[in-house]
T-cell receptor, first 114, second 111 residues
Framework: DGGITQSPKYLFRKEGQNVTLSCEQN?????MYWYRQDPGQGLRLIYY???????QKGDIAEGYSVSREKKESFPLTVTSAQKNPTAFYLC?????????????FGAGTRLSVL | KQEVTQIPAALSVPEGENLVLNCSFT??????LQWFRQDPGKGLTSLLL?????REQTSGRLNASLDKSSGRSTLYIAASQPGDSATYLC??????????FGGGTRLMVKP
């Protein structure tokens, strides 16, 4: 059953804590993306990766970090430097970032601050 | 920088009504325009993708049109059903192959 799996579904962060959101895909896609969605708003790009061991900042990368050690995995760390982390986080993938392919989305992780 | 706007932000209609959702974008140099559906607390599902060279795309009761010159796209839903209730997002793909999303239209179809 091919697709994108995000975990956990819900996550709580304490003040000053770093938390990591998982995103795994078995679609054999080269490109992966992280978006943030605030209530009533569209998605904003945090980071994207065109290929393994490569990633680029999106529009709102401050306070976040990523890694791309494996093709199928693109974890997002929300660091303590992100002062307003409460949001819905969506991971997506596409065949290639260099061509104009449809992006497929995971079910999302809702992050809240304790 | 591309900006995408969706109006209205929310819409409530009785079942069976035909409806139109609007999407406007500021930079007409787009590669394609996509419409997505998002159910509460869920990810996005791609509904229709219109290439820049196309004027419309159809899938079942859904029809999406694109007018690049005026910076507008519409999503037409025929004979709406309660199961159509969701948030609909449009997104424009520009140079660099990055998607810019609108804020979405939250649709409620009442039985």
């Amino acid at each position: 059953d091919g697709g994108i799996t995000q975990s956990p579904k819900y996550l709580f962060r304490k003040e000053g804590q770093n938390v990591t959101l998982s995103c795994e895909q078995n679609l054999n896609h080269d490109a992966m993306y992280w978006y943030r969605q605030d209530p009533g708003q569209g998605l904003r790009l945090i980071y994207y990766s065109q290929i393994v061991n490569d990633f680029q900042k999106g529009d709102i990368a401050e306070g976040y970090s990523v890694s791309r050690e494996k093709k199928e995995s693109f974890p997002l760390t929300v660091t303590s430097a992100q002062k307003n982390p409460t949001a819905f986080y969506l991971c997506a993938s596409s065949i290639s970032q260099l061509t104009r392919n449809i992006q497929y989305f995971g079910a999302g992780t809702r992050l809240s601050v304790l | 920088k591309q900006e995408v706007t969706q109006i209205p932000a929310a819409l409530s209609v009785p079942e069976g009504e035909n409806l139109v959702l609007n999407c406007s974008f500021t930079d007409s140099a787009i590669y394609n325009l996509q419409w997505f559906r998002q159910d509460p607390g869920k990810g996005l599902t791609s509904l229709l993708l219109i290439q820049s060279s196309q004027r419309e795309q159809t899938s079942g009761r859904l029809n999406a049109s694109l007018d690049k010159s005026s910076g507008r796209s519409t999503l037409y839903i025929a004979a709406s059903q309660p199961g159509d209730s969701a948030t609909y997002l449009c997104a424009a793909l520009n140079a660099g192959n990055m998607l810019t999303f609108g804020g979405g239209t939250r649709l409620m179809v009442k039985p």
